[in-house]
Each structure stands twice: as C-alpha cells, then as structure tokens.
C-alpha cells in the first residue's frame, strides 16, 4: 500500500483501505426508503412528524459518527432555506414562479453538491439519496416551501439523535 504523500489521485493514506484511510466496515449500510417523501399537495399528515423522524434515525445511524455531521448537513438545509427565501420574497404567486423559474438551476444543482459531499466521505448515501429525492420533486415555490420544511423538521430531530 502507499502512503499518502499529498497531491495525487489513487494514492491511499497509510493505516486503511476506504476513502481517507479509513477500514471499510463489514456491516451492511442502512437503507432508506424515499417513496413516503412526498412534497406535492396535498402534503401527507406525517411527513414533518414521523416521516422526517425516521429519516432522521436512519442518516444518523447510516453516519455512524463518521460522516453526516449536523454541521455538514446544516449546510444543505441553510442553502434550501436561502433559495426559499429568495423565491418567497417577492409579493404576488407570479412574481414567486418568475423568480422560481431564474433560480430553479441552482436548486437542482444541489443534487450535484451533495454527490461531491459523498464522493469526499462527509455524508453517506442514505443522505444523499434523501437530499437528492428532496430536490427532484421540487418544481415551483409550493414543493420548495414543503422540502424547506421537510429539511427544518428532519435537523431537528437530526439534532436530537445526537444527544
């Protein structure tokens, strides 16, 4: 094996096999389901209760004190709630889809952030499939309000896993 010496690709570092130098574990990874995050109206009775707890339970089991840090996480949430605050400030429903429409890209290309945030080991994929089927279903300021929410409930009790 080599030893890390900075710099290039396919290097390893010493003291591991995975990404980082960290030994892969044999458990299996946890597994998410998706299909019960449903962002179009009308929106399910649990989905900021049940729904965004067991969520929750599962990125941070899926995290094992090694990846999905809430301070990482927090950074998704914080950029939803800015490109929700930027739609969501203008007056009337039309401005709101106008201003949708100039920003959507930038929203969906958080699908692209979170890939780079697994491909450096900071989050898992049960987070990253979440956080990607999140952004897939938003489509106008209505399902980004509802993933805003989503995101809001699921660090909440993200955050009260870790105590």
């Known amino acids: ?33 998706v299909n019960d995050i449903k962002l179009s109206s009308p929106v399910p009775v649990n989905l900021f209760a049940d729904v965004a707890q067991e969520k929750a339970a599962k990125v941070y089991e899926g995290g094992a004190g090694r990846k999905n840090k809430s301070t990482q996480l927090r950074k998704f949430y914080d950029e939803l709630v800015m490109w929700f605050e930027k739609v969501h400030q ?38 990253e499939q979440m956080f990607s089927h999140l952004i897939r279903q938003i489509d106008g300021p209505e399902t980004l309000k509802h993933a805003k929410l989503f995101m809001e409930a699921f660090m909440g009790f993200y955050k009260a896993q870790e105590k």
């Open 90 to 127: 203008e007056r009337t429903t039309e401005e709101k889809a106008n201003k949708y429409a100039d920003v959507a890209p930038f929203i969906k290309m958080m699908n692209a952030k979170v890939a780079y945030a697994r491909g450096r080991d900071h989050v898992d994929d049960c987070f």
């Open 1 to 33: 094996m080599a030893t890390f010496q900075g710099g290039g690709y396919g290097q390893q570092r010493a003291g591991g096999s995975g990404p980082g130098g960290y030994a892969r574990s044999s458990q299996p990874a946890p597994t998410l389901s």
